[in-house]
């Protein structure tokens, strides 16, 4: 059943206050409610709780509960909106729940990293390379979790793992600039392009990757 939305909500009745300071912490400019004007034309007919926006990134937060007012779009063609827009992020909160308090990720070992990656390179021989290619940036973000000392394991965008890597020394300036493109590759298919197919270098630049931040 698909779950309507509703398009404003009370900024006393969710933690916008808390929101606020800790996008601005972060360098955002924060917007609860913004206006029709103050979004970009593909949202359409949708209108977000909140946006947050700096240079690279900017997010669009909306709140569920469950007496909404209903809207003209489902949550799953809210999030359709997203699929080409790569300097866009959608923040999905359930209940009060703030969006930016994510559950810390557990810090995963070397060797079962590498038991996994062989596990996907075997997959995509057998011509699985959907999956492979997925499962692969999940395993790069799993080699950042584990290299990152200031314990910062929270789920990242594909685009914010690379340029961490990258910057740590993980990852060869070559090889990020090898992988940028295939960012909008991978969240197609996550978000229900059927026609997207990696290529064997696709794949191979994936694994290459993890295989260089492992060592």
């Not at 509703?6 to 916008?16: G, H, I, K, L, N």
């Not at 912490?25 to 209108?47: H, K, T, V």
């Not at 937060?61 to 909106?81: G, H, K, T, V, Y």
Request: aromatic share 6%; proline share 7%.
């Amino acid at each position: 059943m698909a779950v309507n939305l509703q398009t404003t909500v009370d900024a006393d009745e969710f933690p916008m206050g808390r929101l606020r300071e800790r996008y601005q912490e972060q360098g955002f400019d924060f917007i609860p409610n913004p206006r029709r004007e103050e979004l970009p034309d593909f949202f359409g007919a949708y209108r977000p709780d909140a946006i947050a926006l700096k240079p690279g990134l900017n997010v669009a937060i909306q709140f569920l509960r469950p007496r909404m007012a209903s809207l003209a779009l489902s949550l799953d063609e809210i999030r359709r909106l997203f699929i080409d827009h790569p300097d866009w992020q959608l923040v999905v909160s359930h209940g009060e729940v703030d969006p930016l308090m994510s559950d810390v990720l557990p810090a995963a070992s070397e060797a079962s990293i590498r038991i996994q990656l062989k596990e996907m390179e075997d997959l995509g021989r057998t011509g699985q390379s959907r999956a492979a290619f997925v499962m692969g940036w999940s395993l790069l973000e799993a080699v950042l979790h584990r290299l990152d000392d200031e314990g910062n394991r929270r789920p990242r965008k594909p685009g914010t793992v690379l340029e961490s890597l990258a910057r740590l020394g993980y990852l060869s300036p070559e090889l990020e600039v090898r992988l940028r493109p295939l960012v909008l590759l991978r969240n197609r298919i996550v978000h229900g392009d059927i026609s997207a197919e990696p290529s064997a270098d696709d794949l191979q630049a994936i694994f290459s990757a993890i295989d260089e931040a492992l060592a």
